[in-house]
């Protein structure tokens, strides 16, 4: 079964502090990409990075950078810079090439402190 | 770009009525949607997979005749909830895949939602 695991119920941070979001998966597939997806209180659901698994180097999109771990079935979500707008819900998910759905973690409360 | 819009944001209706949601792509051709539920503090859970101009691909334990979906266009798909009762009070959320060539790589872009109260 594929499957995504967020061992971090919520975490909280002071603004300015680097976060850490961890993800784990497991899948026997070779080709799939990453996601990581934020759902702030709006509710909306915003795409935040996406990774290749093909890809070795690791995703980065400005303040937001993933830490790949292939073999290791790790893919971690950093947020340098933490802004108050950061705080939201963040959700890990991978899509396979086998169908086009997304397979999604519980997800990880990052409340973003003044 | 890749926009969709979802309406309406809210609806409140009584116990028996059918509601209907749409999901529009606004600025690319969607080949394939996703409806999806939020219970509260949790993950989204599909629903179904739709397809341009084929029948709706539902999840182990989805009631087709209850959430009717109809994606007759490149650009629109609808959920239906038929006779609605108050545990069908949910999030639904749509999401859409860019067509075309290479469409595995293409992100799901999300509507903003439907919050569904059934009194």
């Known amino acids: 079964a594929q499957t995504v695991t967020q061992s971090q119920p919520e975490m909280s941070v002071q603004e300015a502090e680097t976060v850490t979001l961890s993800c784990t998966y497991d899948?026997?597939?070779?080709?799939?990409?990453l996601f990581w997806y934020k759902q702030p209180p709006s509710r909306q659901m915003i795409l935040v990075i996406r990774?290749?698994?093909?890809k070795q180097q690791n995703a980065t999109e400005n303040r937001f950078s993933v830490n790949f771990q292939k073999a290791a079935k790790s893919f971690s979500l950093k947020i340098s810079d933490s802004q108050l707008g950061d705080t939201a819900m963040y959700f890990c998910?991978?899509?396979?090439?086998?169908?086009?759905?997304?397979?999604w973690g519980a997800g990880t409360k990052l409340i973003i402190k003044p | 770009g890749a926009v969709v819009s979802q309406h309406p944001s809210r609806v409140i209706c009584k116990s028996g009525t059918s509601v209907k949601i749409e999901c529009r792509s606004l600025?690319?051709?969607?080949?394939?949607m996703f409806w999806y539920r939020q219970f509260p503090k949790q993950s989204l859970m599909l629903m179904a997979t739709?397809?341009?101009?084929?029948?709706?691909?539902?999840e182990q334990g989805v009631e087709k005749d209850k959430f009717l979906i109809n994606h007759a266009s490149l650009t629109l798909s609808t959920l239906t909830v038929t006779s609605a009762h108050p545990e069908d009070s949910s999030f639904y959320i749509c999401?859409?895949?860019?067509?075309?060539?290479?469409?595995?790589?293409?992100?799901?872009?999300f509507g903003d939602g439907t919050r569904l109260s059934i009194l």
């Open positions: 999401s859409a895949s860019q067509s075309g060539q290479g469409r595995f790589n293409q992100p799901q872009h």
């Open positions: 600025d690319f051709q969607a080949t394939t």
């Open positions: 739709s397809n341009e101009g084929s029948k709706a691909t539902y």
């Open positions: 899948t026997s597939e070779n080709n799939y990409y």
């Open positions: 990774q290749e698994a093909y």
């Open positions: 998910a991978f899509m396979t090439g086998s169908n086009y759905q997304l397979i």
